[in-house]
């Protein structure tokens, strides 16, 4: 019998078998699961910022005007309800509240990671949630204490009304539809932060030991089994 068709090579086909139907199981499953995700989010696809009513009205105050905001220190009040001007029941849909720090244009320019695009999923206008909340109907105010993560630039607040699908269907903002009136700036940490800046520095260089351990670790194992 040929060595390919020993009983041993036999015994193994099955096995040989099972591992290619696993691996088109598998590549199966993540099709269906990519088509899943890629339906899911189709679903949001053509929703457009122009396409929600402007229906919350939305104030902010910084507690020193007229000052860059420090990150990290400085607090901005937000304040928001519905419309006085808003029919009856228009809040039917809300089931949740998000207030987001926004760009205002002139942080925007030559920064492409932070273009406004009227399509929802695509829009970078709003990357810093302040807050996600259960809706409600009285009027809202937070004092929110700027981040220590947020860059310099010059912003504005927006705040979404969500449905219980997830999908704005109302927002408010704190400028106009411009975005050019009631902005704010705000001052990133500086190198002042001298803790921040030496655990940096520790990490790295932590990182770079680590590495030249492991490679002469591999190099004299290498050779040991070259002698053997």
């Known amino acids: 019998m040929h060595p390919f068709f020993s009983s041993k090579s036999i015994f193994l086909l099955p096995k040989f078998q099972n591992s290619t139907m696993t691996i088109h199981t598998l590549l199966f499953a993540s099709l269906l699961i990519f088509s899943f995700i890629h339906s899911c989010r189709g679903g949001n696809k053509d929703r457009l910022f122009t396409e929600l009513q402007n229906l919350i009205e939305v104030t ?53 990671w932070r273009k406004t695009h009227n399509e929802l999923l695509k829009d970078k206008t709003c990357p810093y949630e302040i807050v996600s909340k259960p809706y409600d ?11 220590l993560d947020i860059p310099t630039g010059t912003y504005f607040v927006r705040v979404y009304g969500i449905d219980g699908d997830g999908h704005e269907v109302a927002y408010g903002q704190s400028s106009d539809e411009g975005r050019t009136t009631n902005l704010f700036s705000i001052q990133a940490i500086s190198g002042g932060h001298v803790s921040l800046d030496i655990a940096s520095i520790l990490f790295s260089v932590f990182s770079v030991v680590s590495l030249l351990v492991f490679f002469v670790k591999e190099k004299k194992k290498a050779k040991l089994e070259q002698r053997e």
């Open 60 to 112: 902010t105050k910084p507690m020193q005007d007229g000052v860059v905001l420090e990150a990290g220190k400085d607090m901005v009040t937000v304040k928001w309800k519905l419309k006085s001007s808003a029919k009856v029941d228009a809040d039917a849909t809300f089931k949740t509240i998000q207030v987001k720090l926004c760009y205002a244009p002139i942080s925007q320019v030559d920064r492409p």
């Open 137 to 147: 109907k009285t009027p809202q105010s937070l004092d929110w204490t700027v981040e």
